[in-house]
């Protein structure tokens, strides 16, 4: 399978690397369209892939190709690959906000897939919800999800979801950030230096979330088995649930939920 990019810059990077990593695809059979000159060096000689400043010479040879590119250009960089692209060439857009209508609005003969990944993607442990368009078969979708997962974990939404996926898995890292910031500056103020203080916060967030991943148990029977009756767990409890904590990351959730439909309606 021959993938394009229309777009290298971070998230792509961490596409093309968890592909090529998990052996989705060689590196010799990606192909990145950037426009700066500088990125395409520095993409040809750290990941080998092919890199040109621009699509022309490879669009019309791919079976995927993901578009990778800020909101405001899309439409230009949309009208710019569409025109020696195949029929049969499944389209991928990580843009945000650019709906499957506006989408098969300009690949009206392509199928085509709509994904909203989070920054954590980089690392290899992001999480991305997708949605098909009308063209795009149950197979395409298969196609599209097995190639996120090489970098964490992929699910299938209706596009209506998406901007709930948004407030939730798309904004909830700044939220993790916070709260290991948070934890952290508690840390301090019990006597702890700093950069253990964030070790210890950050890695204590990734372990609890592993467990709620592995072992499939609800948050709460996992909270529970870490609180001892009037022990020090129910002690901090207590002082987060006074202060509104869990009230604070539901409204956050709605919130930035509200937002992502507003700028899909323009």
Sequence with gaps: MKIGFIGGGMMGEALMKGIIAKGKAAAADIYVSEKSAQRVEYLKNELKVNAEMGPDSFIGDMDMVFLAIKPQVAAAAMAETVKGMKKDTLVVSIVA????????????EQPVVRVMPNTP??????????????????EDGEKVGDLLAACGRAAEVAESALDAVTGLSGSGPAYAFLVIDALADGGVAAGLPRAMAIELAAQTLLGSAKMVLETGKHPDVLRDAVTSPAGTTIAGVRALESAGVRSAFIEAVIAATERSKELGRG
């Design 121 to 138: 993607l980089s690392v290899g442990v992001g999480m991305s919800c997708y949605a098909r368009g009308s063209k795009a078969t149950v």
């Design 97 to 108: 906000g650019l709906t499957l209508a506006s989408l098969e609005s300009c690949f009206t």
